[in-house]
């Protein structure tokens, strides 16, 4: 079984440009969630998606969003770049309908390395 | 409001030899899950196990297992006979209702394991 897949590995952009970062869950995974992993600053959650709508969001600006494809894909926006959007951003996906997710562990993509300069 | 403290940033262990990497957290809810995540170098995030909030046995998953004392809200990853291959990040997270049941991580622990 094919795990999470995100593309691309490594990314580099400039400051002001825009990024788009893709990720596919796991077959019959059904929601995807974003995390940034900012040096020095742990995991953040950024959002979560599940059959097509947006179900949570992070403590993020409104230059990050993203959707959910009918596929169940997902793609992250990132709107004029800033210096310390710099970071791994991970894609993850589960199974379980998110009224009913406490016990669902989230499996989790490589990530994508967004370098902003 | 849901936390993960994670009070070791690095531990060192002997090849061979059993570690605990502690883990403690804040909630109100009473249904709850509690995780354990790998991180090596390379940075895919590894789930290792899990463990429910109404679970009375201790999860176990080969090597791993999670020491769940929830009167003192702690979960602590135990990992027997470390491997070298053991050197990593090791991440406690937490799911509840309250918060939307977003996965909400602790700091993490760089695990280094000796030869």
């Known amino acids: 079984e094919a795990g999470v897949t995100q593309s691309p590995t490594h990314l580099i952009k400039t400051r002001g440009q825009q990024a788009t970062l893709r990720c596919s869950p796991i077959?019959?995974?059904?929601?995807v969630y974003w995390y940034q992993q900012a040096l020095g600053l742990g995991l953040q959650f950024l959002l979560w998606?599940?059959?097509?709508?947006?179900?949570n969001r992070g403590n993020f600006p409104p230059r990050f969003s993203g959707r959910q494809f009918p596929n169940y894909s997902s793609e992250l926006n990132v709107n004029a770049l800033e210096l310390e959007d710099s970071a791994l951003y991970l894609c993850?996906?589960?199974?379980?309908?998110?009224?009913?997710?406490?016990?669902?562990?989230?499996?989790f993509g490589n990530g994508t390395r967004l370098t902003v300069t | 409001a849901q936390k993960i403290t994670q009070t070791q940033p690095g531990m060192f262990v002997q090849e061979k030899e059993a570690v605990t990497l502690d883990c403690t957290y804040d909630?109100?809810?009473?249904?709850?899950?509690l995780f354990w995540y790998k991180q090596p170098s390379s940075g895919e995030m590894i789930f290792l196990i899990y463990?429910?909030?109404?679970?009375?046995q201790n999860a176990t998953e080969g090597r791993y297992s999670l020491n769940f004392q929830k009167a003192r809200k702690s979960a602590n990853l135990v990992i027997s006979a470390s491997q070298l291959g053991d050197s990593a990040m090791y991440f406690c997270?937490?799911?509840?209702?309250?918060?939307?049941?977003?996965?909400?991580f602790g700091a993490g622990t760089i695990l280094r394991v000796k030869s």
């Open positions: 993850a996906s589960s199974m379980t309908p998110y009224y009913s997710s406490y016990n669902s562990p989230l499996h």
């Open positions: 077959s019959g995974h059904t929601s």
């Open positions: 998606y599940d059959e097509g709508e947006e179900r």
């Open positions: 909630t109100s809810d009473q249904s709850y899950g």
């Open positions: 463990q429910g909030s109404y679970d009375e």
């Open positions: 997270a937490m799911r509840g209702v309250e918060y939307g049941n977003k996965l909400v």
